[in-house]
């Protein structure tokens, strides 16, 4: 048996982000996740826009976390070292009935407590964004929108809270939930888990966990989205996110630089069956639609990558539900967390803490508490002179596996041993890029798996591409004992 004050169930940008907030106290937690690594479900299918919080309705949930969220990443991304840029983001209106519509957006955002924004005209829109499109005739702009790479954020707020104390279980789904004398006992793969509190912070299956521990019953759909990443070389470059007028289930497709240079398109928003990870042709068409209305000069045919998530969506309210449960007084809820889910983590984290602290659940401070995670070794970006520094050091600093995004096998043996650390293929590229380039892995592959294998100390063909049975290598391989 496992003994833990609380357990977080999921291991998601949410749960990570709780899990770090957390740290701070000193109660014994538990981050449970089914998968072979955090970030690894809506998260891991994500453009990582820092929404600013005025297309949430005001008095919703979303509205109330959502700008709090977009403030407190400017000190999360220096405590956590995340790259975190402020972009800026503008809703083009291309017809009367979506200028009208931006209005409603900017009383929304005021109301919401969001700076800064204003409705514009043609000439401002293309001096703040010369690729936009120049049948715009007015839009809403944002100056606080901000990007990020969601797993990395994820990743960072994980490794924090593991530095101050939080234990995580990975491989680990919660078969069901019993309740003995106030304690929760899950019983997973790993082995029966007691708990005094839960947090449901389980994505798209928050819906099972909460029934499983008798709390409120809702449903949450699997409104799955396709997304495209462009090569680097295409000639626009560096896109402040550009929105159309957003409907009532989506805010339409985005065309979005990252912070890794890359060109994004994302994303479509259609009610599939849970856990459709598929990519449609009609998807990828509706997203170069979409694209280039909104910059008509993109080169929509440098895709490198497409990918497909789910978004938590509660059915009957499209309103995140974040807070203690009506039925269960020891277990707390952080369901239904779709976009803007990631702009929201932070504040979401803070506010959990907040309802655990008002339920009476005791949070002694940690005296040890460390906020600064320094961010891990990026030789693609590194000086020449800090390159050869980190080579004389180690001469594995010199060894590129991933030549589209300039890894060498020391940053990759680096992401293994971090904590969680790297333990498949896909859990590298997260951790380090390696992979993420236009070969999408074709060259560096086998390299990573050889890495893996040495480094966990397991053969070839035990290596994962991501969980369980995903393995790449069948059978022995040339020098394989």
């Known amino acids: 048996m496992i003994a833990c004050d609380i357990a977080i169930i999921g291991g998601g940008i949410i749960g990570c982000a709780i899990a770090r907030e957390l740290s701070r106290y000193s109660p014994q937690t538990l981050v449970v996740e089914a998968a072979n690594d955090i970030a690894c479900g809506t998260t891991k299918a994500n453009g990582g826009l820092i929404h600013s919080g005025y297309d949430p309705a005001p008095g919703t949930m979303k509205s109330k976390v959502n700008a709090r969220g977009n403030k407190l990443y400017s000190a999360w991304s220096k405590e956590l070292g995340f790259e975190f840029k402020r972009t800026g983001s503008m809703v083009l209106a291309f017809t009367q009935s979506d200028c ?35 049948d715009a005739i007015q839009a809403l702009y944002c100056p606080h929108t901000g990007i990020v790479d969601p797993f990395d954020v994820a990743i960072s707020a ?125 998807d990828i068409e ?99 002179e800090h390159q050869d520094e980190l080579i004389q050091g180690d001469p594995a600093w010199g060894r590129i596996v991933c030549r589209c995004e300039t890894v060498p096998e020391a940053e990759i043996v680096a992401a293994i041993h971090r904590t969680p650390g790297a333990t498949s293929v896909e859990g590298v590229k997260r951790r380090c890029r390696a992979g993420m380039g236009r070969c999408q892995s074709g060259f560096c592959q086998s390299r990573v798996v050889d890495i893996l294998s040495r480094e966990l100390g397991i053969a070839p063909a035990r290596v994962l591409l991501e969980n369980p049975g995903s393995e790449i290598v069948l059978g022995p391989v040339k020098g394989d004992d």
């Open 158 to 282: 994980a490794e924090n809270a593991a530095a101050n104390g939080v234990e995580f279980l990975l491989n680990a789904p919660a078969r069901s939930i019993e309740q003995q004398n106030d304690t929760f006992i899950l019983h997973t793969p790993k082995g029966d888990i007691s708990a005094k509190w839960l947090i449901n912070a389980a994505g798209c299956y928050a819906d099972v966990i909460s029934d499983m521990a008798g709390g409120e019953h809702f449903e949450i759909g699997w409104r799955q989205g396709n997304l495209l990443v462009l090569d680097k070389n295409v000639t626009a470059k560096s896109i402040m996110p550009i929105y159309p007028v957003p409907t009532p289930t989506t805010k339409g497709v985005v065309v979005m630089g990252t912070v890794h240079g890359n060109i994004l398109i994302g994303s479509t928003a259609i009610m599939r069956e849970k856990g459709d990870l598929s990519c449609y042709a009609a």
């Open 100 to 134: 009208a519509h931006l209005q409603t957006l900017l009383e929304n955002g005021r109301a919401n407590g969001v700076d800064g924004l204003e409705i514009i005209g043609p000439e401002r829109i293309h001096e703040l964004e010369p690729q936009a499109s120049p």
């Open 286 to 384: 509706e997203l170069m639609a979409g694209a280039t209305k909104l910059v008509p000069s993109l080169d929509v045919r440098s895709s490198i990558r497409q990918f497909a998530g789910g978004r938590a969506v509660i059915t009957d309210t499209n309103d995140f539900f974040i807070g203690q449960s009506k039925l269960q007084h020891r277990l707390f809820q952080a369901a239904g967390i779709q976009s803007p889910g990631i702009a929201s983590a932070p504040a979401i984290a803070e506010y959990m803490v907040e309802c655990l602290r008002n339920a009476g659940v005791p949070l002694p401070q940690n005296p040890n508490f460390n906020p600064i995670r320094h961010a891990p070794e990026d030789f693609d970006i590194a000086s020449i």
